[in-house]
């Protein structure tokens, strides 16, 4: 679970992000996209084209961290041709991780794997 104080924004960028890029090259988009210091204390929400994968990036006491959600089935409900970066309130983060309110219903179905390992 994700702890984020009370005092910290959180922000989305709505055009898809490469999600191979790791904290640095977040840390760039942070500054000259989203116009934010990256070591604010403040949350930095990225998505991929597709919509079924996420990555926050947050920096707290002298160290980054790095989240990544992937959606086994379904995807994220974005604005299409959506532009910018918008704050988030606490409750439609919340809505966003529980991913039954912000995905498409027909996805909803529990994921099983066999022979992985």
Same mark, same amino acid.
């Given at each position: 679970m994700l702890v984020i104080p009370d005092d910290s924004s959180i922000y989305l960028r709505l055009e898809p992000t490469d999600m191979r890029k790791s904290i640095n090259g $977040?840390?760039? $988009?942070? *500054? %000259? !996209? *989203?116009?934010q210091?990256?070591?604010?204390?403040?949350?930095? !929400?990225?998505?991929n084209r597709k919509g079924d994968k996420m990555k926050a $990036?947050?920096?707290?006491?002298?160290?980054? &961290? !790095?989240?990544? /959600?992937?959606? %086994?089935?379904?995807?994220?409900?974005?604005? /299409?041709?959506?532009e910018g970066v918008i704050e988030l309130d606490k409750e439609h983060f919340a809505w966003l991780l529980a991913s039954d309110k912000y995905a498409r219903w027909d996805a909803l179905q529990?994921? &099983?794997? %066999?022979?992985y390992f």
């Open positions: $977040l840390s760039i $988009l942070v *500054v %000259e !996209l *989203v116009k210091n990256p070591q604010s204390g403040h949350l930095f !929400l990225f998505r $990036l947050y920096y707290e006491q002298n160290c980054f &961290t !790095l989240w990544y /959600r992937r959606l %086994e089935k379904g995807k994220y409900i974005f604005p /299409r041709n959506a529990q994921q &099983t794997y %066999e022979n």
